[in-house]
């Protein structure tokens, strides 16, 4: 399955989860709706998975943790944020380029309208 066609089902979910409960919400509440109905549709996620750093000798094995992995190609970041601003789509920039993924969703479940709360960020490798 491509990145794209990954997307697609997340944002379908996303959907779904945000017209159920709505926004305003604790990130970990959407985190656990995610990891629930995309594992139960049969794909492989990882939650809080922990990226290692490397700098010349030293290695920190729990430097960043991302939010969720889908199929080891699609990094997702969930937040409750009144708006998402560039610190958000730098972290997960720097996620995807730290694990050669392409494509990384911001998907902010504070928005009144879920469409509206979702950012694609493309590591063009």
């Known amino acids: 399955m491509t990145e794209n066609e990954l997307s697609k089902?997340?944002?379908?979910?996303?959907?779904k989860i945000h017209k159920k409960l709505?926004?305003?919400?604790?990130?970990?509440?959407?985190e656990e709706c995610l990891f629930y109905e995309l594992?139960?549709?049969g794909l492989v996620v990882e939650k809080q998975k922990l990226l290692p750093i490397i700098y010349e000798e030293l290695k920190n094995e729990n430097a960043f943790r991302l939010d969720m992995i889908?199929?080891?190609k699609l990094i997702l970041e969930i937040k409750t944020v009144e708006y998402i601003n560039s610190?958000?789509?730098?972290?997960?920039l720097t996620y995807l380029k730290m694990t050669n993924c392409k494509l990384g969703l911001?998907?902010?479940?504070q928005s009144d309208v879920f469409k509206n709360?979702?950012?694609?960020?493309v590591n063009f490798l």
């Open 9 to 15: 089902i997340v944002f379908e979910t996303g959907l």
């Open 87 to 92: 610190i958000h789509k730098a972290q997960l």
């Open 117 to 121: 709360g979702v950012t694609r960020i």
């Open 22 to 30: 709505g926004a305003g919400l604790f990130e970990h509440v959407y």
């Open 70 to 72: 889908i199929e080891n």
């Open 39 to 41: 594992t139960k549709a």
């Open 106 to 109: 911001l998907l902010n479940f």
